[in-house]
């Protein structure tokens, strides 16, 4: 009897505690005003709850985000930071719904975005801002010329830059010795090795990349796409990226009759040696999975010469934002030198800082440099070397609609 | 007639441990081993990367199981509330329409809850519900209630009308036969039923996903990206503990009702 | 008279707590979606027609394949639950006791969530996996092409075995509830009077356990039909489950294409529910049937 009612009892008060409002830390209210000064929003964070929503899929990414950010914001700013993984195209739609519901205060305080999730946001009226130009980080390291566009769409502070990634292929040296380097040389080498070459379905990131990396290569490079979405040039170009890919199709693995569900499965597939080339958007992702254990060792990477895209990736507030000043510092913090350089080692994440090196000081600038990316990353200069920019999102998101109907479905 | 050499029965015990058990037994292999790789048959290297993971991020595997528990718990408590006195009358009682109306609070647990779920999600926006522990425990309820139902309604049929005719004519009013007399006769029904409701809360990813936006902390929820990850050995080492919470709760159960049978004496 | 309103009050009293919930939240989420389908209180203002969503739906060859895709692999797990289950619980009955509580092993999978299992699928029978490599020790494959492409062959294979895995231990409780009150000397009898095994288990057991069989094909097949977590996995890019069709619909498109999302649910709903009343008039006949033999 005592034992049961015992338990009962603890039970429910567990179950109070669980729904009671009051058991987690408050949550700021209060739209941070334009001018209020950033020390004062620093304050008015104090004590609360910052959510986080970003893509899951990398284990040491959240990481990163778990140890080293929600440690720092705890010290620092007696932030507490929460991620919450889901996938970008998700969380925008879940915005969409709040606002379509007449919905003021969210869930989401800090959206890690870039790309045609940012323009759909942005252009739906689901983003909190301008802010960037605020975070006093972007203001003293930041180039503002660098963040002007993001895949061809303006930024217009409504995002804060957090990293920077180039497009690099995966190959194993004990079973490649020269992987194929031009976009040619590609084609010739998986009509070679039936069945050791895929790439993620778009829409997924990676995925998608991959298609626009050969729509460049199969149609002049990317300059003709830079001045934004044009029909005709779309209609004109497309049919031979698709020809290209189908040309492909029967010498992919499974045959071209299904693809990775995403890059985290395509990374699966070359860890356990299914496929002998994978691909990544981080650059260091590589090295990252050695450490890890899951890549044997002699796991290298490589760009493609016609051109490797790299992208700049932000974070951005949400309109109905339940701490946007949290959210402000959080993103604040993840531009300041030592979130960035702790996202720079390889054995924390090993992604490219958005800093301005010229505008660092010396001592700063060192420790950027003392950063061993590892012997599978290439470096920093011969990444530049096959840099091209990011198509306009448009592009993009044609692409990713016609991939469909075009290469999975003929 | 029953075959009864031991050996065959050995042999059927081999074969249900290979089916049911080996993979468990099998993840404890790729938690340690996150480099096994094909055409290895044991692994060449082991590593404790994913028990230093299982250290480092223990605030959150912990919140997130403890949430996954109590939500779990409530829907239990809310489905109880929710079938006891209808059970009662299902069983007992004969009323037109039964029949029909038996096979129709049947059905949220026949249909994909996505048909109800998606249509709902809308409406738990506007009166904020979403994203909140109470919404998933009310659409987790509505998806598992079917089986508290049923448990229930198996559970006074089985009791018959004698017991409480009996304290009836001891002079019991209707509130004490119900508190000391069913209630604790319905307890094996109530947990048979509850355990089914509480495996079906505690192991939905989706509805969870979609009612909680991420918000309400689930187990299923933190294991899904990793499942989805390349990294194996991690998603292994987290289904584990995951296996574990269920076995521990179930045998505590277990323990805990023998002993308070034993005390009543009714074993 | 008064009287026999009282009862009704009471006993409609006794029936809200379940009543209540049921007819306002499942048959309104429900609503809603039909709703939401003919574009109706959608989050965007619909312009089209009332079956706009449908008509897009049903000329697209791709949801046909996909429903037929979704309808195969819940039939072809289902039924293998059912009759794994079967033969595996009718043994689990027949231990000695000593042995009994070592077969509780089969509560394992009930335990795990769906994604588990579905990794648990991954982890064995990709073309890396542990089988290949046991395959290759035994020298039976030299390289992993050689392993069955199981998970990737296009018939959902994978799918099949990971909801046969987690549905086999749920049939297998269903069954043995029954079989616990069992009489075992219809068995011993038939047997004195010369029956064989199988037929002691075809003409006596199972149609004892009839019941348990029919509701555990039932919502078995019902899940896989439109489930969304084991899909989510192991599904390959074409041809989809139904519920990850939706579920890109729902959460990977903008607003404007929420009624077919919608549309595909409450088509998957009358199924549902039709194909619940098919089965059980089905069954009901087929026993009728035999009594009257």
Redesign the interface.
């Known amino acids: 009897m005592t034992l049961r009612s015992n338990l009962t009892c603890l039970l429910l008060i567990l179950l109070m505690l669980f729904f009671n409002p009051f058991a987690q830390p408050a949550r700021a209210s209060g739209d941070p005003l334009p001018d209020t000064p950033f020390e004062q929003i620093r304050e008015q964070a104090r004590g609360t709850r910052v959510n986080w929503y970003m893509y899951g899929g990398w284990a040491h990414v959240n990481a990163w985000v778990d140890t080293f950010v929600a440690k720092e914001m705890k010290q620092r700013y007696d932030i507490d930071l929460k991620r919450v993984p889901m996938?970008a195209?998700?969380f925008v739609?879940k915005l969409?719904?709040e606002k379509?519901?007449e919905k003021k205060t969210g869930t989401i305080d800090l959206l890690w975005i870039n790309g045609e999730n940012f323009k759909?946001a942005k252009q739906a009226g689901l983003l909190f801002g301008p802010f960037a130009g605020r975070l006093p980080n972007v203001r003293q390291y930041v180039d503002p010329g660098s963040i002007t566009h993001d895949f061809g769409f303006l930024v217009e502070g409504y995002e804060a830059p957090f990293g920077r990634a180039q497009f690099v292929f995966e190959y194993d040296t004990a079973r490649t010795d020269t992987p194929p380097d031009t976009v040619a040389a590609l084609k010739e080498w998986i009509m070679a090795h039936p069945?050791q070459f895929t790439y993620p379905?778009p829409?997924d990131f990676t995925g998608s990349a991959f298609v626009r990396h050969i729509l460049y290569a199969v149609s002049g490079g990317h300059a003709p796409y830079m001045a934004g979405w044009d029909s005709d040039l779309y209609e004109k170009n497309a049919p031979r990226l698709w020809q290209w890919l189908n040309q492909i199709k029967p010498f992919l693995w499974?045959k071209g009759?299904?693809?990775p569900?995403d890059s985290a499965f395509l990374d699966t597939l070359f860890a356990?040696?299914?496929v002998a080339l994978g691909m990544s958007y981080h650059p260091p992702h590589a090295q990252n999975m050695i450490i890890e254990g899951s890549y044997p060792d002699t796991v290298r990477t490589f760009a493609l010469k016609d051109g490797s895209i790299f992208n700049t990736h932000f974070t951005a507030i949400p309109f109905n934002a339940p701490n946007k000043a949290g959210a402000m510092v959080l993103a604040d913090f993840l531009v300041s030198v030592d979130a960035q350089i702790s996202k720079f080692q390889p054995e924390n994440w090993g992604d490219f800082p958005v800093l301005d090196m010229k505008r660092l000081t010396l001592s700063d600038r060192q420790r950027f440099e003392a950063v061993d990316l590892g012997p599978a990353t290439l470096t920093p200069e011969q990444l530049a070397k096959t840099a091209v920019p990011e198509i306009p999102a448009p592009f993009l998101e044609a692409l990713e609609q016609d991939w469909k109907t075009h290469v999975?479905?003929q | 007639?029953?075959?009864s050499h031991?050996a065959a029965?050995?042999l059927?015990?081999v074969l249900?441990?290979s089916?049911?058990?080996l993979?468990?037994g099998?993840?404890v292999l790729?938690g340690l081993a996150p480099g096994w790789?094909?055409?290895?048959?044991w692994p060449e290297q082991f590593s404790f990367a994913g028990i230093e993971f299982l250290i480092t991020h223990r605030e959150q595997i912990v919140s997130s199981l403890v949430s996954s528990f109590l939500y779990s718990l409530a829907t239990v408590f809310v489905t109880l509330?929710?079938?006891?006195?209808?059970a009662?009358?299902f069983a007992r009682?004969r009323?037109p329409g039964k029949r029909l109306?038996e096979?129709?609070?049947l059905?949220?647990?026949?249909?994909?809850?996505?048909?109800?779920?998606?249509?709902?999600h809308?409406?738990f926006i506007k009166l904020s519900l979403a994203d909140t522990a109470a919404g998933v425990v009310?659409i987790l309820?509505?998806f598992s209630?079917p089986y508290m139902?049923r448990a229930l309604v198996a559970g006074f049929q089985t009791m018959g009308e004698g017991y409480r005719v009996c304290a009836r004519n001891l002079g019991a009013g209707n509130i004490a036969i119900f508190r000391q007399v069913e209630l604790p006769l319905l307890v094996p029904a109530m947990i048979a039923g509850g355990s089914v409701v509480f495996?079906v809360a505690?192991?939905?990813?989706?509805l969870v996903f979609l009612m909680g936006g991420g918000n309400v902390p689930s187990f299923?929820g933190f294991?899904?990206p990793l499942?989805?990850s390349s990294n194996?050995s991690l998603?292994?080492v987290l289904?584990l503990i995951?296996?574990l919470l269920?076995?521990l709760l179930f045998f505590m159960l277990d323990w805990g009702l023998m002993r308070s049978y034993r005390k009543k004496g009714m074993i | 008279m008064s009287w026999t309103s009282n009862r009704t009050a009471i006993?409609i009293?006794?029936?809200s707590?379940?009543?209540l919930?049921?007819v306002v939240?499942?048959c309104?989420?429900?609503?809603?979606?039909?709703?939401?389908s003919l574009g109706l209180?959608t989050?965007?203002p619909h312009t089209g027609g009332l079956v706009d969503a449908y008509t897009v739906i049903l000329s697209d060859p791709?949801f046909f394949a996909s429903a037929g895709f979704s309808f195969g692999v819940a039939l072809a797990s289902a039924a293998g639950s059912v009759t794994a289950a079967t033969f595996?619980a009718y043994?689990?009955w027949?231990?000695?006791k000593m042995?009994a509580g070592?077969?509780l092993?089969?509560?394992?999978?009930?335990?795990?969530?769906?994604?588990?299992v579905?990794?648990?699928v991954l982890?064995?029978w990709?073309?890396?996996?542990?089988l290949?490599?046991?395959a290759?020790?035994l020298g039976l494959i030299q390289s992993?092409?050689e392993f069955p492409?199981v998970l990737?062959s296009?018939w959902g294979v994978g799918m099949i075995l990971a909801y046969t895995?987690k549905g086999?231990?749920f049939a297998m409780l269903l069954i043995l509830a029954l079989l616990v009150r069992f009489d075992v000397r219809q068995?011993?009898t038939?047997?004195m009077l010369g029956a064989s095994?199988s037929r002691?288990f075809f003409s006596i057991v199972m149609p004892r356990l009839a019941p348990a069989l029919h509701t555990s094909f039932?919502?078995l097949f019902?899940?896989s039909?439109?489930?969304?977590?084991i899909p989510?996995?192991l599904?390959?890019?074409?041809p989809g489950m139904l519920?990850l069709h939706?579920f890109d619909l729902?959460?990977?498109?903008?607003?404007a294409r929420r009624p077919e999302?919608?549309a595909i649910?409450?088509l998957?709903?009358g199924f549902?529910?039709l194909f619940?009343i098919a089965y059980?008039k089905t069954v009901t006949r087929l026993e009728n049937g035999v009594r009257k033999l």
């Open positions: 996938d195209g998700v739609n969409l719904n379509a519901a759909n069945g379905q829409p499974q009759r299904t693809y569900r356990r040696g299914e999975l479905d | 007639m029953k075959p031991p029965h050995i059927f015990l249900l441990f089916l049911f058990a993979p468990a099998i993840l790729v790789r094909f055409p290895d048959l509330c929710m079938c006891l006195t209808p009662a009358a009682q009323f109306l096979a129709l609070v059905t949220p647990a026949l249909v994909p809850p996505m048909t109800f779920a998606m249509g709902l809308m409406v009310l309820a509505l209630y139902f495996l505690f192991s939905e990813y989706f299923t294991l899904m499942l989805a194996r998603a292994a289904t995951f296996l269920p076995i | 006993l009293l006794k029936l707590p379940l009543m919930p049921f939240l499942f309104g989420g429900v609503f809603l979606t039909v709703c939401q209180f989050p965007l791709s595996l043994r689990v027949q231990l000695p042995m070592a077969a092993v089969y509560k394992i999978p009930l335990i795990l969530p769906h994604i588990a579905a990794f648990v982890v064995f990709s073309q890396s996996g542990i290949a490599s046991l290759h020790a992993m092409q492409n990737f296009g895995l086999t231990p068995i011993q038939a047997a095994r002691i039932i919502i019902l899940y039909f439109g489930a969304f977590d989510y996995i599904s390959e890019s074409r519920s939706v729902y959460f990977k498109h903008d607003l999302a919608m649910l409450t998957m709903f549902a529910v619940i059980s």
